[in-house]
């Protein structure tokens, strides 16, 4: 071989190295994309996944407490009618305005359950004089009434109560309504006496 034909093959040899080169380069330049593509989806993949740990923690704690705060409203709920009967059995000896030890015993544990009730968050729910409120009051009836605005309570049957500030059990009310017009046929005494 000469000189010549020497050099013609020299640059064909280093040609395809060349090339070789470029296609690896390429190559790892593509799976390297692909890695950061990859990387970039677990990222966010990994925060939302912490996110949603977070916000299930939360509402864990959330329904913790709720469960806690009412945790005691079915025995509550059972309580209520013992209390409505004391109530009456005070009111009852108020009127006949007894001076019996009985009466005082009563009186002294209706103050007991009171409060019991206060120490776990029940309170009673104002009725008379209010506005009917369907959220609070369950309405019983109505009567006429001239002192007191259409739709207004005018006397609770049963009184209603709440458990931190939730409904446990409606007041029993009655409500006011216009009281009926009585028409009066206004006769003329003029006209009676000629008449006569």
């Known amino acids: 071989m000469t000189k010549n034909e020497d050099l013609e093959h020299e640059p064909e040899a280093v040609e395809p190295e060349v090339v070789a080169v470029e296609d690896e380069a390429e190559t790892l330049q593509d799976k390297l994309t692909q890695a950061l593509d990859e990387t970039k989806a677990h990222q966010e993949q990994y925060l939302r996944t912490l996110a949603e740990m977070e916000n299930l923690r939360k509402r864990t704690q959330r329904d913790k407490e709720e469960l806690a705060k009412y945790a005691n409203e079915n ?96 007041a029993f009310v009655m409500l006011a309504k216009a009281p009926i017009a009585v028409k009066t046929e206004n006769i003329d005494v003029s006209e009676e006496a000629d008449k006569e």
Not at 126 to 144: I, K, L, N, S, T
């Open 75 to 170: 025995i509550l709920r059972e309580i209520l009618p013992v209390i409505d009967n004391l109530e009456r059995a005070v009111e009852h000896a108020e009127q006949t305005e007894s001076d019996d030890g009985l009466f005082e015993g009563v009186q002294m544990t209706l103050t007991q359950f009171g409060q019991l009730l206060s120490k776990f968050g029940v309170e009673s729910v104002d009725a008379v004089g209010q506005p009917f409120d369907p959220a609070y009051h369950q309405a019983m009836g109505q009567m006429e009434s001239a002192e007191h605005p259409v739709n207004t309570v005018v006397q609770q049957m049963q009184k209603g109560y709440q458990l931190n500030k939730r409904l446990l059990r409606p």
